[in-house]
């Protein structure tokens, strides 16, 4: 079984990496070729009090984020929130040095600033090891840039105007990543639309499904578990490809399941609203008024 360990500090991270002490308490640009871990590293996995944002090449690692693992083959950039737990195993199929940077951002420094509350909309923080960030090498170059700014900006002799441009960086940063990312929903026609069939095909299954009853709606979160995607990613996907949420597709799908029962039985209102796993009819009559601004019996009464 693997033991836990916690970095509280940003310096934590520099002692277990074999790195000189940060030059800065709270952020950190680290220098991923300079990184030497301790040999148990594959033996542990850790939790840490601050942000970590990667651009990696040649991990001989394959990092996971829960069950999840990173792939780092094609150099990607990843956005790591903190309390989440990671963990390393090896990865022999790697050639060449590792290259690429770790910036640590303890939310310390964030503290009083608007990115404090902003980098939590950020939804890119929570989606899962395996749904990285892919860039060009033009973007990646950007990126870089980016990175080398911030360090050199808090590598100088500290005054207060350091920590607000610092900040104007890492929201610069943040959002071409939120750029990029919209950029790597649209290219990916072919995953994303296979993605999109996959979800239909499996609303429609549990529509069907007699032990709705029992199983109550699909969630979010589950129709996540079932695509292998994070609820945050698998959202930010369908509204790129449809304007809609995951939650708003799972309320599509049962209003189209509503209507054909509507339209095509005799079964009332509060029987229908409870075979579609609702325990409140009125829940039910809710949410079909604001999806077709009409009630069930209002829908119904038109087929007559």
């Known amino acids: 079984m693997k033991t ?4 509280k500090k940003v310096g934590d991270y520099h002692k277990f990496a074999n790195l000189g002490a940060p030059e800065h308490p709270l952020i ?12 148990h590293i594959t033996d542990m996995k850790w939790t840490q009090d ?6 990696k090449r040649n991990i001989p690692y394959k990092f996971y984020y829960g069950q999840q693992a990173y792939d780092f083959d094609e ?15 090896d990865n022999p199929n790697i050639q060449g040095s590792p290259t690429g ?7 310390d420094f964030l503290w009083n600033s608007s990115l404090a509350k902003q980098i939590k909309q950020y939804g890119f923080f929570d989606y899962a090891i395996n749904e990285a960030l892919f860039l060009s090498e033009k973007e990646e170059q950007r990126m870089i840039e980016i990175l080398k700014n911030i360090e050199k900006e808090y590598q ?30 649209i290219t990916r026609k072919i995953t994303n639309h296979r993605v999109l069939e996959q979800l239909e095909s499996y609303l429609e299954s549990c529509f069907k499904d007699a032990d709705l009853v029992d199983k109550g709606l699909p969630t979010v979160q589950g129709v996540s578990e079932q695509l292998h995607l994070s609820p945050n990613y ?13 939650q708003q597709h799972i309320h599509d799908k049962l209003i189209e399941k509503a209507k054909l029962d509507l ?42």
Request: glycine fraction near 4%; charged fraction near 15%.
């Open 101 to 107: 940077f770790l910036l640590l951002v303890h939310p």
């Open 234 to 246: 698998l959202s930010n996907l369908l509204k790129s490809l449809t304007g809609q949420s995951t």
């Open 50 to 55: 601050y942000y970590t944002i990667g651009l």
């Open 28 to 39: 950190s640009l680290v220098d991923y070729s300079q990184v030497s871990y301790p040999s």
């Open 4 to 7: 836990m360990h916690r970095f």
């Open 156 to 185: 100088s002799n500290i005054d207060k105007f350091s920590q607000k441009i610092v900040l104007s960086q890492l929201e610069l940063l943040l959002n071409y990543a939120e750029r990029f990312y919209e950029r790597q929903f």
């Open 263 to 304: 339209s095509s039985t005799n079964q009332s209102v509060s029987e229908i609203a409870y075979q579609l796993g609702f325990e409140q009819p009125a829940s039910f009559s809710k949410l079909f008024k604001a999806k077709t601004e009409m009630s069930p019996i209002e829908f119904r009464r038109s087929f007559n």
């Open 75 to 89: 150099g990607v950039m990843t956005f790591i929130a903190p309390k989440q737990v990671l963990s390393l195993g």
